[in-house]
């Protein structure tokens, strides 16, 4: 399917975004203009202090540019009262950590819940579609353990079943592999791809993990505050073999 | 251009207002927060206890000896004068909670509030990415704050409750002590008791309401984007 056929989930128009440190300014982001679409698994790639953390806080409706527009679907995130950049963030938007974020003194279970709650949906149906979603990403067994009796990976795992509770149109996942091993990232980009495919869920990522350009429909390098390049995975394909020859 | 996946069509393109949980829920967390740590919650409770305890023994003590006085009984009347008590009737008018005892409950109420606050602050700063995540999960900044007034005020309330019985088990065994089965036995002295121990609890628990006001606020304003920094 072409690009141009697809609907555009989340719009940037020249975001800038400039920091003021003391009497110095630092330009973060000097005016990214991108269009995402619906259904597609993008990653952010770039060294770090590149702006593509900045970038993608905007992009996730987290962070305000101070220049420029953000549109997630078609609605101006500057425009949106704390109520409804709530709603945004509880319906529309997955969040997915380096660090995991499960709330530690839930269980797995409760975390799954909780976006549910937030979404007022009843605690019976919330109980059933967490369990649902737990035993979909693998882990149907471990309902009721805590974060700190789960591994990095299974934590992971957690927050994908959590970030997919209120079945939103985009993921975010911000360096989702950053504190994994090389297996057990894998099997998390594997994941993300397979909700991708299967829910139509759009998957943003931001990494500097090589892994995920195998499974990217699109890269975008950012370097300097800007976009450096696009890559369609076509395209990437004969680099990727190399770089994952010298691992 | 038209969607082709079913969780992107116009229909439910229109961004709403997030909705405002019911207290219960808020509540619910809340509990399991302090539950699990328990420790942690038992020592910000122990300024509270001892403040209480402090307060709720001199509220005792007084209305004991009030008691004692009131009965004017010969022989307990000889043993409050060898402690230096005054007695008589005319004694009954002044015999309340003295002026210095009044700024020594204050100093200990005070101590026990900035405790408070302190201990919360802390629990605050340690829980930032847990805020941040729960905001980006769809909290609403005055779900954050009931949050933590909820466990600051479960805090201030058991910490009262524990304060009232040590203090008045303190007095009340000290001056049995003194004064013997008389001091206690009156059901006069115990609704007296009563009302005091009322009065502590609530004391208490405006405490820790009050102390979670400044730290529950600091959680709330706090930006969902912190809860993506690493580095912590």
């Keep these: 399917m072409s690009q141009d056929s697809r609907a555009t989930v989340v719009r940037t128009e020249n975001v800038k975004k400039i920091y003021r440190m003391g009497k110095a300014t630092v330009e973060a982001l000097r005016g990214i203009s991108l269009e995402i679409y619906a259904g597609e698994y993008l990653s952010i790639m770039g060294p770090s202090g590149s702006g593509k953390s900045t970038f993608f806080n905007m992009v996730g409706g987290l962070d305000h540019p101070s220049e420029g527009r953000v549109f997630i679907d078609e609605v101006d995130v500057a425009q949106l009262d704390a109520y409804e950049l709530a709603w945004l963030r509880c319906r529309k938007i997955g969040y997915i950590f380096q660090t995991f974020n499960i709330i530690p003194v839930m269980t797995a279970l409760e975390n799954v819940m909780l976006p549910m709650t937030f979404a007022g949906l009843a605690s019976d149906d919330a109980r059933d579609k967490a369990a649902g979603l737990l035993d979909r990403v693998g882990l149907g067994t471990r309902l009721h353990h805590r974060p700190f009796e789960m591994s990095g990976g299974q934590q992971q795992r957690v927050a994908v079943a959590r970030a997919m509770a209120n079945d939103p149109a985009i993921i975010l996942a911000d360096e989702p592999t950053g504190n994994l091993d090389l297996k057990t990232g894998h099997e998390i980009i594997a994941l993300l791809r397979e909700m991708n495919q299967q829910n139509g869920v759009t998957i943003i990522s931001a990494t500097h993990d090589m892994k995920m350009l195998s499974v990217s429909d699109r890269v975008v390098w950012v370097r300097d505050g800007c976009v450096d390049r696009v890559e369609l995975r076509e395209d990437l394909n004969i680099k990727v073999g190399s770089i994952e020859g010298t691992e | 251009m038209t969607p082709v996946s079913g969780s992107v069509s116009s229909s439910d393109n229109a961004i709403q207002k997030q909705i405002v949980l019911p207290w219960s829920k808020a509540l619910e967390i809340a509990y399991r927060s302090i539950y699990v740590r328990l420790g942690r919650s038992i020592i910000t409770m122990s300024g509270v206890i001892l403040a209480i305890a402090f307060m709720m023994s001199i509220l005792a003590n007084g209305a004991i000896l009030r008691h004692l006085v009131a009965l004017n009984d010969p022989q307990i009347n000889y043993v409050l004068q060898q402690e230096g ?134 959680a709330a304003r706090m930006a969902p984007v912190d809860a993506m920094r690493a580095d912590e």
């Design chain 2, 85 to 218: 008590e005054r007695t008589g009737t005319e004694a009954l008018v002044d015999q309340g909670v003295k002026q210095e005892q009044v700024w020594l409950i204050s100093l200990s109420l005070l101590v026990a509030l900035i405790g408070i606050v302190n201990a919360m602050l802390m629990s605050v700063t340690e829980r930032f990415r847990e805020i941040g995540t729960m905001k980006c999960l769809g909290a609403l900044d005055s779900f954050i704050v009931r949050l933590f007034l909820i466990e600051s005020t479960f805090q201030g309330l058991i910490g009262a409750g524990l304060g009232v019985v040590l203090g008045l088990l303190t007095a009340a065994t000290w001056k049995t002590i003194q004064y013997g089965c008389p001091a206690m036995n009156s059901p006069a002295v115990w609704g007296q008791l009563l009302l005091d121990g009322l009065f502590a609890l609530a004391v208490g628990t405006i405490i820790g309401v009050a102390a979670s006001i400044y730290p529950a606020y600091t």
